[in-house]
């Protein structure tokens, strides 16, 4: 069984998320994908077998399984249509049903994923407190219009407004801390955005509880990220535009389409180059 490398959410031919996908008839055994993970030593790795109509997947990081991962979603929608063809796949995660679409195109794919229903809540004041001490921000540093929230599409997230771009662009953690506060909150990524317009944002994704410091582009996460805004009637217009990876050097595009209705599903989309083995 191979490993397919593929760059999910890419800026063109450049930048992305790399993930791996194994497609095969059967799962390995729990300790053999995170044996493989750990070998492709991504931040994730998606394994898929075929069930009746679509497939069943599972999410493997280096150091633990993760119940949702968008950006090796949209690697699979990738590898799916490469394999099969343009289409809608039906995915059937650990805890939820979702849909990966997939679409060749002059050298690229694209593809778009629907998450699991989105739903956001007002993050304790103690967690806001731990987590602006885990990084050194302090609460100047926060938007007042994007206040701190805890925010689920699939995994849970912790999301933090920031005013500046300049404060996005200095974030600094220690990993063992993060993964430790992380682990205890059962926070799968701390997201931390910058609004440079309306439907425009800057965003950053530590992913320490996943043993990994960054991640470039977080699909799940800003799935969980786009229900918030209309959670608190954030003039998104029905869609907004994510830059992320930009100060880890590997520019990273999402787009997220959102419905007005509570509670709904949210199409994130972006292309995926295929990476050499």
Same mark, same amino acid.
């Given at each position: 069984?191979?490993?397919?490398?593929?760059?999910?959410?890419?800026?063109?031919?450049?930048?992305? &998320?790399?993930?791996?996908?194994?497609?095969?008839?059967?799962?390995?055994?729990?300790?053999?994908?995170?044996?493989?993970?750990?070998?492709?030593?991504?931040?994730?790795?998606?394994?898929?077998?075929?069930?009746?109509?679509?497939?069943?997947?599972?999410?493997?990081?280096?150091?633990?399984?993760?119940?949702?991962?968008?950006?090796?979603?949209?690697?699979?929608?990738?590898?799916?249509?490469?394999?099969?063809?343009?289409?809608?796949?039906?995915?059937?995660?650990?805890?939820?049903?979702?849909?990966?679409?997939?679409?060749?195109?002059?050298?690229? !794919?694209?593809?778009?994923?629907?998450?699991?229903?989105?739903?956001?809540?007002?993050?304790?004041? %103690? #967690?806001?407190?731990?987590?602006?001490?885990?990084?050194?921000?302090?609460?100047?540093?926060?938007?007042?219009?994007?206040?701190?929230?805890?925010?689920?599409? =699939?995994?849970?997230?912790? !999301?933090?407004?920031?005013?500046?771009?300049? =404060?996005?662009?200095?974030?600094?953690?220690? #990993? &063992?801390?993060?993964?430790?506060?992380?682990?205890?909150?059962?926070?799968?990524?701390?997201?931390?955005?910058?609004? %440079?317009?309306?439907?425009?944002?800057?965003?950053? &994704?530590?992913?320490?509880?996943?043993?990994?410091?960054?991640?470039?582009?977080?699909?799940?996460?800003?799935?969980?990220?786009?229900?918030?805004?209309?959670?608190?009637?954030?003039?998104?217009?029905?869609?907004?535009?994510?830059? %992320?990876?930009?100060?880890?050097?590997?520019?990273?595009?999402?787009?997220?389409?959102?419905?007005?209705?509570?509670?709904?599903?949210?199409?994130?989309? =972006?292309?995926?180059?295929?990476?050499?083995?």
């Amino acid at each position: 069984m191979s490993v397919l490398r593929i760059a999910a959410f890419s800026d063109g031919n450049t930048g992305g &998320n790399p993930a791996g996908v194994m497609l095969a008839d059967e799962f390995p055994g729990d300790a053999e994908m995170q044996r493989i993970a750990a070998e492709v030593g991504f931040s994730e790795t998606a394994f898929a077998v075929p069930t009746g109509a679509g497939w069943r997947v599972r999410y493997f990081s280096p150091e633990s399984e993760v119940p949702f991962c968008g950006h090796a979603t949209i690697a699979r929608g990738a590898a799916l249509a490469l394999r099969h063809g343009d289409g809608v796949f039906s995915l059937a995660l650990n805890a939820a049903e979702i849909t990966v679409e997939g679409r060749r195109s002059a050298g690229l !794919v694209s593809a778009a994923l629907q998450s699991p229903p989105t739903r956001s809540m007002p993050a304790p004041a %103690q #967690l806001v407190s731990d987590v602006l001490a885990l990084f050194g921000y302090t609460h100047d540093d926060l938007d007042p219009a994007i206040p701190p929230a805890l925010a689920h599409g =699939g995994a849970d997230h912790l !999301v933090l407004g920031l005013k500046t771009r300049a =404060g996005l662009a200095s974030m600094k953690y220690d #990993l &063992n801390a993060g993964r430790s506060l992380m682990k205890q909150e059962g926070l799968v990524t701390i997201l931390l955005a910058h609004a %440079q317009a309306s439907q425009l944002f800057h965003t950053r &994704n530590p992913f320490a509880f996943g043993g990994v410091y960054e991640d470039p582009a977080t699909g799940a996460a800003t799935s969980a990220f786009a229900g918030y805004p209309r959670d608190i009637g954030w003039p998104h217009g029905g869609v907004i535009d994510v830059v %992320q990876g930009e100060d880890m050097g590997v520019r990273c595009r999402l787009r997220a389409e959102i419905p007005m209705s509570s509670g709904s599903s949210i199409r994130v989309s =972006g292309t995926a180059r295929i990476m050499a083995s």
